[in-house]
């Protein structure tokens, strides 16, 4: 079975700084790799996703991503944070001939002025 | 806008009292999911229906139903709850199951206090 792993709980940055948020996954064969922000009380928008192709990924409200296969990951990138962009951020897997997906346990992010 | 709308949005309900939480869909999705989320966690997996077709996680307690009358609507209903069943509970919807390729479109939430 698949699964996500996000090292940090937790990040400050400063408004105007870069993000980088890590994700590693276990899984066999190509996966189905997706990242979500969750802001307080609300439901999961997904920022962006990867199936195949190119390796970087554009997504909504300026965010990146890297599919890297030699080192597992799917870090999620922003170049230059606004204080909207406080939230959490789930990275997850999903896997062929299987319906589930498999979250990691989420970034807090937080934005200082 | 098509969308997952979920009511209500907060729910107070006292332990052992039957509550029952409501999504709706307008995308015509074939796939609705039932998350429990509990604070800084990740969402967990319920259940969810493929058209009529129900699927139970194996560890999703016995007091938490599911129904589905129709394609748009999909209840949550948890039949007593107890003080541990205090989380945000998110329904999602998605056009297909095979695989992990399809994305899931997430409703905003019904969070669910127990007294």
């Known amino acids: 079975a698949q699964s996500v792993t996000q090292p940090d709980i937790h990040i400050t940055v400063s408004e105007g700084a870069s993000l980088e948020l890590r994700c590693n996954y276990s899984y066999g064969a190509t996966p189905y790799l997706f990242w979500y922000v969750q802001s307080p009380g609300q439901g999961l928008q997904l920022l962006l996703k990867y199936f195949s192709g190119d390796t970087l990924v554009q997504g909504i409200k300026g965010f990146e991503a890297e599919f890297k296969r030699s080192q597992s990951s799917f870090n999620l990138r922003k170049p230059s944070v606004h204080w909207s962009d406080a939230a959490e951020y789930f990275c997850a897997v999903g896997a062929e001939n299987d319906y589930k997906l498999s979250f990691g346990a989420g970034t807090t992010v937080t934005v200082r002025a | 806008d098509a969308m997952v709308i979920q009511n209500p949005r907060y729910q107070v309900t006292q332990f052992g009292k039957p509550v029952t939480l409501s999504c709706s869909q307008t995308l015509n999705h074939n796939v609705m999911y039932w998350y429990q989320q509990k604070s800084s966690q990740a969402p967990k997996l319920l259940f969810h229906?493929?058209?009529?077709?129900?699927?139970n996680e194996a560890d999703t307690p016995d007091n938490f139903q599911s129904r589905r009358p129709n394609t748009s609507f999909c209840f949550l209903d948890i039949r007593s709850p107890g003080l541990g069943d205090a989380a945000m509970y998110l329904c999602a919807t998605s056009t297909g199951l095979a695989g992990g390729s399809y994305e899931q479109y997430f409703g905003p939430g019904t969070r669910l206090t127990v007294t």
């Open positions: 229906y493929y058209d009529k077709d129900f699927n």
